[in-house]
């Protein structure tokens, strides 16, 4: 993140000296990328003094954005993120129209106080039908969704695929091997893997001749225990 940060920051200042002629230093840090991160939980304590604290599935003020598993154990994330208006198109998708109705869940308020039984609840009826029926269900009720894919899933996607976001990368041993690919792409100046990834060190004689030393010097440098 403070990579992509750096980044983000760096094209901003081209721009602003394209506008303007002047150019400026662009810095960043770790932390402050880290905290810019966590910006959700840290305004929160900044603004009304809440502190973060970590929440279980049954302690979560929206039960509508939590995960829950199907009847093979196959996890799914709600996305209810407005609490009261995808509150209906839930009830709607698991048949509990008693609900809206119901003290207990009425109300954000409610449903936060009876979270716990809430989410038992609805435990119990996710676990009755796979995520293959669930999906179509959950879509026509306008809830929103999505499942919790393995690593095999992904690399399985059609979408991530159609989307580059693997590349086939040359290897030390020969031929190549798919990798995830840089998430950007440029239409003017295309990329494409250069070659295997060195091995650590491995270019050090090479770039320190490009910078003017020569090999008694890079003696040295070894003998002294600087490089590999």
């Given at each position: 993140?403070?990579?992509?940060?750096?980044?983000?920051?760096?094209?901003?200042?081209?721009?602003?000296?394209?506008?303007?002629?002047?150019?400026?230093?662009?810095?960043?840090?770790?932390?402050?990328?880290?905290?810019?991160?966590?910006?959700?939980?840290?305004?929160?304590?900044?603004?009304?003094?809440?502190?973060?604290?970590?929440?279980?599935?049954?302690?979560?003020?929206?039960?509508?954005i939590?995960?829950?598993?199907?009847?093979?154990?196959?996890?799914?994330?709600?996305?209810?993120?407005?609490?009261?208006r995808?509150?209906?198109?839930?009830?709607?998708?698991?048949?509990?129209?008693?609900?809206?109705?119901?003290?207990r869940?009425?109300?954000?308020?409610?449903?936060?106080?009876?979270?716990?039984?809430?989410?038992?609840?609805?435990?119990?009826?996710?676990?009755?039908?796979?995520?293959?029926?669930?999906?179509?269900?959950?879509?026509?009720?306008?809830?929103?969704?999505?499942?919790?894919?393995?690593?095999?899933?992904?690399?399985?996607?059609?979408?991530?695929?159609?989307?580059?976001?693997?590349?086939?990368?040359?290897?030390?041993?020969?031929?190549?091997?798919?990798?995830?690919?840089?998430?950007?792409?440029?239409?003017?100046?295309?990329?494409?893997?250069?070659?295997?990834?060195?091995e650590?060190?491995?270019?050090?004689?090479?770039?320190?001749?490009?910078?003017?030393?020569?090999?008694?010097?890079?003696?040295?440098?070894?003998?002294?225990?600087?490089?590999?």
């Open positions: 993140m403070a990579g992509i940060s750096a980044a983000g920051g760096i094209a901003a200042a081209l721009l602003a000296r394209e506008k303007t002629g002047q150019g400026q230093l662009v810095s960043t840090s770790l932390l402050r990328a880290g905290v810019f991160v966590l910006g959700w939980d840290t305004n929160t304590t900044l603004r009304l003094g809440v502190p973060a604290r970590p929440m279980t599935r049954t302690a979560t003020p929206n039960p509508l939590s995960c829950y598993r199907d009847r093979d154990g196959r996890w799914f994330w709600l996305l209810g993120l407005q609490g009261d995808h509150w209906p198109d839930l009830v709607r998708a698991v048949e509990r129209s008693a609900w809206l109705t119901d003290p869940f009425a109300t954000m308020p409610a449903r936060w106080k009876h979270c716990a039984t809430l989410v038992a609840e609805l435990d119990a009826i996710f676990a009755t039908r796979p995520l293959a029926e669930w999906g179509p269900i959950l879509d026509r009720a306008g809830m929103w969704w999505a499942p919790v894919q393995t690593t095999e899933e992904v690399i399985a996607d059609p979408q991530a695929r159609a989307a580059g976001a693997f590349v086939d990368v040359p290897v030390a041993e020969g031929g190549t091997a798919p990798m995830v690919a840089t998430p950007v792409d440029f239409s003017a100046t295309p990329w494409a893997p250069q070659g295997p990834a060195p650590v060190g491995q270019h050090t004689e090479e770039i320190l001749l490009e910078l003017g030393y020569d090999w008694d010097a890079i003696g040295r440098l070894k003998d002294g225990g600087a490089i590999p």
